[in-house]
């Protein structure tokens, strides 16, 4: 059996979208996942739902795996073929132990790679408004670990070069600090030096606390001020107060679980990061025609009906997918097409199809009749996320329903299990299509959920569906920090932040 490999990657400070280009690709490439406790469980939305996952963290006195049992699974993973990911927080040379890892691979011949991730050390205290480097201060950076192994317990750290440094970044020290303090005071820092700890830092949970080196034991224990901190001793640390630019955008600290149906990263949760809030993007999936109705979905004589409606992106996209998957001359196609809302029209004219007719917004089959110019007896092929039906309406016109295009939230996607629905502090959407499986993942209290709704026929959609409490941007994702300034300033701000 031919040999796998073992890919050491960083994952970054926290913040998913700080991984690196390389990292993506090797947990696109992985068979197995073995990640820690700091690793962003957004990571796992690279991964391919077939990949196996390993959670190993660790805290303080509490290891999921001791660490030759991950060493043994690393190795095992790879002799048994495998693409084996040990996705390790921040950057695995980090105080990250990628170092003896990787000598344990060596030593039973798996092949190894590192790909560097960005270290907190260095991310985490630019996110609190602290560059670590500034020529008024300082000229040089220390980082240093609070946190002594047993097998380097008796190396005491150079307490005298330490104090001397302008700059420390200690990793891991929250529980040694009130050693760390009296240590540095002892061998001559002065007790004024400002100290900032900042606890999950780059993600939407970010905390800093800042105070005197003389005190700042005492700060951080009548804080509850807990670990994981990165901790920042030096005179750096008085920029925070001009340059916070993270804490102090006007999203910062809110949750959203944004859902849509679009291709590529929808335009609303980038919005949405620019103003500050820590977006979740839910996965979805397309359910199989099979399982909504029976196959094959779409009639055989699809291509004679005068009229064919389509009432969304989705439903566009099932419908080409279906003639390409047979073989059908879009030349052939007969009907005249007509798009019930915008989203339906760009999602046609992205196919080179122009329709005859664009509808204000998505439509009920019975509107259909008085909404399209029909004769008497003409049918009209309505493709709808709506469970499918014929009816026969007044001078004899026939509309067919066809259900195709549904989504549904994803329960199987390797990230699911840390998409927890009371996590949110609201939900956001650009998409109708999208409304249905939000309300799956939201659970069963879906209409108590605060939903921003992005785009007139995305709101008017989840009016129909009986969401209790909507807040509306007509002017889609691009007008979306306008529209929070408009609420701000008019106070209508207040309940998103409740």
């Known amino acids: 059996m031919k040999t796998g490999s073992v ?10 979208k700080l991984l690196t280009i390389r990292g993506m690709e090797a947990l696109q490439r992985a068979d197995v996942v073995v990640y820690d406790r700091l690793a962003n469980p957004l990571l796992l939305t690279h ?3 077939d990949a196996r996952l390993v959670y190993c963290g660790k805290e303080a006195d509490l290891h999921t795996l001791p660490q030759d049992e991950i060493n043994l699974l690393l190795v095992r993973e790879a002799q048994s073929g495998h693409t084996v990911v040990r996705l390790k927080g921040g950057d695995p040379s980090m ?8 000598q344990v691979c060596l030593a039973h011949g798996v092949p190894f790679e590192i790909v560097p991730g960005i270290t907190s050390g260095m991310a985490v205290p630019l996110y609190a408004g602290i560059p670590l480097t500034y020529r008024e201060y300082n000229s040089s950076v220390a980082f240093v670990t609070g946190h002594l192994c047993e097998k380097n317990a008796g190396k005491k750290p150079d307490w005298a070069a330490l104090a001397a440094l302008e700059t420390l970044v200690i990793y891991m020290g929250v529980k040694n600090l009130p050693r760390i303090k009296e240590q540095l005071l ?3 820092k002065h007790p004024d030096t400002p100290v900032a700890l900042v606890r999950w830092g780059t993600l939407g949970k970010q905390k800093t606390l800042t105070g005197r080196l003389a005190s700042i034991d005492r700060t951080v224990a009548e804080a509850g001020f807990k670990a994981p901190a990165i901790i920042v001793i030096g005179e750096v640390v008085r920029l925070r107060d001009s340059l916070d630019w993270y804490e102090s955008k006007p999203l910062f600290g809110q949750r959203v679980a944004v859902v849509s149906a679009r291709t590529g990263e929808p335009a609303l949760a980038l919005a949405l990061e620019r103003l500050g809030a820590e977006v979740w993007p839910i996965p979805l999936h397309g359910q199989s025609s099979s399982s909504l109705v029976a196959d094959p979905w779409l009639p055989d004589d699809f291509a004679v009906y005068p009229w064919v409606a ?9 419908f080409f997918q279906e003639l390409a998957k047979r073989r059908f001359d879009l030349r052939q196609l007969q009907a005249k097409i007509a798009a019930c809302g915008q989203q339906a029209a760009r999602a046609l004219e992205e196919r080179g199809i122009y329709p005859q007719l664009v509808l204000d917004a998505p439509s009920r089959s019975s509107d259909l009749p008085h909404a399209l110019p029909l004769k008497s007896g003409e049918r009209v092929l309505h493709v709808s996320a ?42 956001a959407a650009d998409d109708p299509d999208a409304l249905v499986p939000l309300a799956q993942f939201a659970g069963a209290d879906w209409q108590a959920r ?20 909507i807040v509306a941007c007509a002017n889609g994702a691009g007008g979306l920090g306008e529209w929070l300034d408009s609420l701000q300033a008019g106070r209508g701000v207040a309940h998103l932040y409740s």
């Open 386 to 427: 709506e469970e499918g039906t014929a009816r026969l309406f007044a001078r004899g016109i026939v509309i067919h329903r066809v259900q195709a295009g549904v989504l549904e939230w994803n329960k199987a996607h390797p990230a699911a299990k840390w998409f927890a629905p009371d996590s949110f502090d609201w939900f």
């Open 310 to 318: 389509f009432d969304g992106e989705q439903q566009a996209a099932a």
């Open 7 to 16: 890919l050491f990657v960083g994952a970054g400070p926290g913040d998913p």
């Open 450 to 469: 605060r939903l921003l709704c992005v785009g007139g026929e995305t709101s008017g959609r989840a009016k129909e569906m009986g969401w209790g409490e």
């Open 47 to 49: 991964v391919r739902e």
């Open 186 to 188: 002892i061998h001559g």
């Open 95 to 102: 105080f990250g132990r990628v170092g003896e890892e990787a």
